[in-house]
């Protein structure tokens, strides 16, 4: 079984400019999820999808941060302008949607905004 | 609001020791938990889970846990650490109240096993 795929890896950009990054999560998978990993620290949920819903967007950044789920498969993850704190990993993951699966991510894209 | 800690931000420990990762929890009710390990420029995989039944859970690599009610807690252990085991360590708690698909994450315990 393939996993949850991400592109890129790396990505060093200037604050004030845009970046996305894309996900194609575990095929079958209902829930999406993106997460905002800062160096020491744990990962936070930025966006979660069901199918191509969303589920809780509470912690993204809306006036920067936007992201979609086209026809419940791949997704995109935008940042638009960037700033210096946005330096962080990006990371995607995947559920098939029960209540007690765990989470399948991917293996993030490492932001560095200059 | 479900809520995991990890008191401890670094481990380290000898190689063939035990090791043991802390984890406690926050939550209404009886809690999904589950143990994450990162290892550099990776993203996290699962190690193991507990839903229900009985309190030492047995995962991937070795790994174990142990569900505490009375003390909240699931720490990971291991018998006898390996070089290969140091990483960073997450603990996760799974929303009970308002979104049953959403998962809140500890801060991580970085463990160093030393030859």
């Known amino acids: 079984e393939a996993g949850v795929a991400q592109s890129p890896r790396y990505k060093i950009i200037e604050k004030r400019q845009s970046v996305a990054f894309w996900c194609n999560p575990i095929?079958?998978?209902?829930?999406l999820y993106w997460y905002q990993q800062i160096l020491g620290q744990g990962p936070k949920l930025l966006i979660q999808?069901?199918?191509?819903?969303?589920?809780?967007d509470s912690q993204l950044p809306k006036d920067r941060f936007s992201a979609e789920r086209l026809k419940g498969v791949d997704s995109t993850l935008k940042i638009q302008p960037a700033k210096l704190e946005d330096s962080a990993v990006y990371l995607c993951?995947?559920?098939?949607?029960?209540?007690?699966?765990?989470?399948?991510f991917g293996p993030g894209t490492r932001l560095t905004v200059t | 609001a479900q809520s995991v800690a990890q008191p401890e931000d670094q481990v380290n420990v000898a190689e063939g020791n035990p090791l043991t990762v802390k984890c406690t929890y926050s939550?209404?009710?009886?809690?999904?938990l589950f143990w994450y390990v990162q290892y550099p420029n990776r993203g996290l995989q699962f190690l193991l889970k507990?839903?229900?039944?009985?309190?030492l859970v047995k995962g991937s690599y070795g790994f174990e846990a142990e569900f505490n009610k009375s003390q909240t807690s699931f720490h990971l252990k291991k018998p006898s650490a390996l070089v290969s085991d140091s990483a960073l360590y997450f603990c996760?708690?799974?929303?009970?109240?308002?979104?049953?698909?959403?998962?809140?994450f500890g801060s991580g315990t970085k463990l160093n096993v030393k030859p």
């Open positions: 993951a995947s559920r098939p949607g029960t209540s007690v699966d765990e989470q399948y």
């Open positions: 095929s079958g998978h209902a829930t």
């Open positions: 999808f069901q199918n191509n819903g969303v589920v809780d």
């Open positions: 939550v209404s009710g009886n809690p999904y």
């Open positions: 507990y839903i229900t039944g009985d309190n």
């Open positions: 996760a708690v799974r929303d009970k109240e308002y979104n049953f698909n959403k998962f809140y």
